[in-house]
């Protein structure tokens, strides 16, 4: 199977993506990501969405955000993910673009409001599950970057927390085993475990032994030693370092 959707960043600030000529400065030309939305739409079946802020440096007119959805609308986008943030292209780094510039939910709701054949998914200083209530009562979607890439395990819990789910969520060792499945099957495809590893470094993010967990996945000695069976080795580790301590193992290993 092959990827569920494609989706173009018109929202990454960076200096080396502006110079490529595609990142956030693409906002200031509708006309051209609206043809590229046409051509990637008619090159696949699958949905085209777009990624983007609310507005480019300091210019918090929001007929600039609502002309650019209107014309990639008309063009055949959908779904627009949305970094309720301006970019500002010049002065800031992308890690100061991502807190500085103030967020303004209030215009992805309005742009909601203005389109509705359109489904618009709230992102951007959503830090928890908490926070990500509110939007979700007025939009079909959130967006959860850093705070699901820190700490995965929360995504565990959002069936239960946000949609009434009573299921008990999978113990993180039980998640273990399932990505280490997928790691060996990727791992005979000719994927590198450590593409892989590293989005399992921070799994038990707040856990008695994290640090040890992220040594593990991060130390090349380790990765080249194990190799796909490297999640499985880690978590018996993990386990068993757990059960000296007097701490019951969240669930066996296969």
Same mark, same amino acid.
């Given at each position: 199977?092959?990827?569920?959707?494609?989706?173009?960043?018109?929202?990454?600030?960076?200096?080396?993506?502006?110079?490529?000529?595609?990142?956030?400065?693409?906002?200031?030309?509708?006309?051209?990501?609206?043809?590229?939305?046409?051509?990637?739409?008619?090159?696949?079946?699958?949905?085209?969405?777009?990624?983007?802020?609310?507005?480019?440096?300091?210019?918090?007119?929001?007929?600039?955000?609502?002309?650019?959805?209107?014309?990639?609308?008309?063009?055949?986008?959908?779904?627009?993910?949305?970094?309720?943030?301006?970019?500002?292209?010049?002065?800031?780094?992308?890690?100061?673009?991502?807190?500085?510039?103030?967020?303004?939910?209030?215009?992805?709701?309005?742009?909601?409001?203005?389109?509705?054949? $359109? /489904?618009?998914?709230?992102?951007?200083? &959503?830090?928890?599950?908490?926070? #990500? +209530?509110? !939007? =979700? *009562?007025?939009?079909?979607?959130?967006?959860?970057?850093?705070?699901?890439?820190?700490?995965?395990?929360?995504?565990?819990?959002?069936?239960?927390?946000?949609?009434?789910?009573?299921?008990?969520?999978?113990?993180?060792?039980?998640?273990?085993?399932?990505?280490?499945?997928?790691?060996?099957?990727?791992?005979?495809?000719?994927?590198?475990?450590?593409?892989?590893?590293?989005?399992?470094?921070?799994?038990?993010?707040?856990?008695?032994?994290?640090?040890?967990?992220?040594?593990?996945?991060?130390?090349?000695?380790?990765?080249?030693?194990?190799?796909?069976?490297?999640?499985?080795?880690? $978590? /018996?580790?993990?386990?068993?370092?757990? &059960?000296?301590?007097?701490?019951? #193992? +969240?669930? !066996? =290993? *296969?």
């Amino acid at each position: 199977r092959g990827y569920d959707e494609i989706n173009l960043n018109c929202g990454c600030p960076s200096e080396r993506v502006q110079r490529g000529a595609f990142g956030a400065c693409l906002m200031a030309e509708p006309s051209l990501v609206a043809d590229c939305v046409k051509a990637m739409r008619d090159a696949v079946s699958i949905p085209v969405t777009v990624k983007h802020r609310i507005g480019i440096d300091r210019d918090e007119d929001y007929g600039f955000v609502r002309d650019f959805v209107g014309r990639l609308h008309e063009a055949g986008c959908g779904v627009f993910i949305v970094h309720a943030r301006n970019a500002w292209l010049k002065g800031l780094s992308p890690k100061a673009n991502r807190e500085v510039p103030p967020l303004r939910y209030e215009v992805v709701y309005r742009l909601a409001g203005d389109f509705p054949g $359109a /489904q618009f998914v709230l992102n951007g200083g &959503l830090a928890s599950l908490a926070q #990500a +209530a509110g !939007p =979700l *009562a007025r939009l079909p979607g959130v967006m959860l970057g850093r705070a699901a890439y820190h700490d995965p395990y929360l995504l565990a819990a959002v069936d239960r927390e946000l949609f009434g789910d009573a299921g008990a969520a999978p113990a993180r060792l039980q998640v273990v085993a399932a990505m280490s499945d997928y790691l060996q099957r990727q791992a005979a495809a000719g994927v590198p475990a450590r593409a892989i590893l590293r989005h399992m470094l921070q799994l038990f993010h707040g856990e008695h032994g994290a640090r040890n967990w992220r040594r593990m996945l991060s130390d090349p000695q380790f990765i080249d030693r194990h190799g796909a069976d490297s999640l499985h080795a880690a $978590a /018996q580790a993990f386990a068993t370092r757990r &059960l000296d301590r007097g701490e019951e #193992a +969240a669930a !066996p =290993l *296969a």
